[in-house]
């Protein structure tokens, strides 16, 4: 690029109707809001979960506070519109006081007409034959809500003896390592089956084998990793702080419960308890990915949100 940023910027953004801008605290987003402006382009911003409440306060939180004083909000204030993924994410926005215009465009998720097989991932790992799969997929890190998965999943599984945890992904070592400490310690280890990162086919085997998927997070912006286990046709447990769990709990796709073990523990002993609930719950979460998260909806969503700023600045 022969030209600096700033002027390409410029002059790119001359060219169209409206400039969408993702994510904040970076310094693209700050010359592409500037050189928006500077050419009188309106501009949309998607936060991307940068502000929500536990980012906010739980990494470099000194220097977030004054760049969002100094910075972002200002780019916040000039926004024609603020795209936020769920509710939960402008509810939190707004207790930085981030106000005007708004609109909720989630995550799309890619919706298969056709279903994974069964009984592959089963096959692959022998343990869990004839077992009730409890299966949590996500990144290990400390806001998943793992230290509440372990003793609630050993509470459930004294009255549910035939259920499995299946732990599906990697992260933090040292996280891992207190983890399988804390199973070992509660006598779990032949209750939960570690698979490491599984993607592509392997996580679609995963899912369909599973009877049910676990994401206790205490932040958890969207929850896309909900969604899927939600196109898989799976019935769910999700914390308060999922940012997707008003949109479950309504469609009746699964259960909300707040950061407790006990909570959780009571939660996963209902799920285990009843198997014709859990299929119910799945077909709605099916159905419930189909109408509001599939890349069809999204997109019809994105382009209503483009129209409305186009047709305010005209």
Request: aromatic share 8%; with cysteine.
């Amino acid at each position: 690029m022969s030209l600096p940023l700033g002027q390409w910027l410029r002059q790119r953004s001359g060219n169209y109707d409206v400039v969408h801008i993702h994510a904040l605290f970076s310094f693209s987003s700050v010359a592409a809001a500037v050189a928006a402006g500077g050419c009188g382009t309106p501009y949309i911003v998607r936060p991307l979960g940068t502000l929500n409440r536990w980012g906010m306060q739980n990494r470099r939180r000194r220097l977030k506070d004054l760049s969002f004083q100094l910075v972002e909000s200002r780019i916040l204030k000039n926004a024609a519109l603020v795209h936020y993924t769920s509710e939960q994410e402008r509810e939190e926005a707004a207790e930085l006081g981030v106000a005007g215009a708004s609109a909720i465009i989630p995550n799309p998720v890619r919706i298969d007409d056709d279903q994974a097989v069964g009984g592959s991932f089963r096959a692959r790992y022998p343990e869990l034959r004839d077992k009730t799969i409890v299966l949590f997929l996500s990144r290990f890190d400390r806001k998943k809500g793992l230290d509440l998965l372990i003793p609630a999943f050993e509470r459930a599984r004294r009255a549910y003896p035939a259920a499995r945890l299946v732990l599906a992904g990697e992260g933090d070592v040292a996280l891992v390592g207190g983890l399988k400490s804390e199973i070992e310690r509660l006598g779990l280890g032949k209750d939960v089956l570690w698979t490491g990162f599984l993607s592509g086919e392997a996580k679609q085997a995963a899912l369909a084998d599973a009877d049910l998927f676990v994401l206790p997070s205490y932040s958890e912006n969207f929850g896309i990793a909900a969604v899927e286990a939600m196109n898989a046709g799976l019935p769910l447990i999700v914390s308060d702080q999922t940012a997707v769990h008003r949109e479950i709990a309504e469609a009746h796709a699964g259960l909300t419960v707040p950061c407790e073990t006990e909570a959780l523990a009571s939660a996963l002993a209902y799920m285990l308890s009843d198997a014709e609930k859990r299929r119910a719950m799945g077909r709605n979460g099916r159905e419930l990915a189909r109408q509001r998260f599939s890349v069809k909806a999204v997109v019809r969503r994105t382009i209503e949100a483009y129209e409305q700023v186009v047709g305010q600045c005209r």
